[in-house]
């Protein structure tokens, strides 16, 4: 079992769906980051969640909501999604979104899919 | 800001062959330095990290990568590679003052070829 877990890990889903994907933490970190991963484009930072409070959002379409009840979870739910929106979802955590030294613990990703 | 640039979108080797994956970044600041890996259907993991001192750093599997600072560049390398080294390789820097708040280079696939 990986320390930090995704689910579903793939997801068909039609632009006025709506659909949660989830993420959760089994290391004890105070943070937590949804990234987005498209084909030929680097990483995008969405969202950091540092003890359960957001800190970071990146120009996100206000489509993509965050949710952190608890520092072990977090949720991204999506509404009325694009097709450009395809794309692989990784979360991750780590110990602090500052102050630490860089490593990130990323899950497998869910492959979101949008017709 | 940071950005990251990784020259070569992918390197085809031969596997017991050396290979250099190449990454340079700009920076108003100091930065942290990292190579994550990430293999087929997999999330990225932590193959080394520069923070400060010996500019030569050694990760898991055999990798290392040389911080020059100015060339601002940190390449990746391994003497001999491996079929199981197929892979994504992504740099990322953050400022020194922002721990994990990384920037990706676009990712290097390094295809090992028997």
């Known amino acids: 079992e990986t320390g930090v877990t995704q689910t579903p890990r793939h997801l068909v889903m039609g632009m006025t769906n709506k659909k949660s994907l989830k993420c959760e933490q089994h290391l004890g970190h105070n943070a937590m980051y949804w990234y987005k991963q498209s084909a030929k484009k680097p990483l995008e930072l969405m969202f950091v969640?540092?003890?359960?409070?957001?800190?970071e959002n990146n120009s996100v379409p206000s489509r993509f909501s965050p949710e952190c009840p608890n520092s072990s979870h977090l949720f991204l739910h999506l509404h009325t999604l694009q097709p450009e929106d395809s794309a692989l979802y990784l979360c991750?955590?780590?110990?602090?979104?500052?102050?630490?030294?860089?490593?990130?613990?990323f899950g497998e990703g869910s492959r979101l899919t949008v017709l | 800001a940071q950005s990251v640039t990784q020259l070569d979108s992918q390197v085809p080797v031969f596997e017991e062959a050396p290979v250099e994956l190449r990454c340079n970044y700009s920076?108003?600041?100091?930065?942290?330095l990292f190579w994550y890996v990430q293999y087929p259907n997999q999330g990225l993991q932590l193959l080394l990290k520069?923070?400060?001192?010996?500019?030569l750093v050694k990760g898991i599997n055999g990798f290392e990568a040389e911080f020059n600072k100015s060339q601002t560049s940190f390449h990746l390398r391994k003497p001999s590679v491996h079929i199981s080294d197929t892979a994504e390789y992504f740099c990322?820097?953050?400022?020194?003052?922002?721990?994990?708040?990384?920037?990706f280079g676009g990712g290097t696939r390094l295809m090992v070829k028997p």
């Open positions: 990322a820097v953050t400022p020194n003052n922002a721990g994990n708040m990384l920037t």
């Open positions: 969640y540092n003890f359960k409070e957001q800190t």
């Open positions: 520069y923070l400060s001192g010996s500019t």
């Open positions: 991750a955590s780590s110990q602090a979104d500052r102050g630490g030294t860089g490593e990130l613990f």
């Open positions: 920076s108003s600041v100091s930065v942290y």
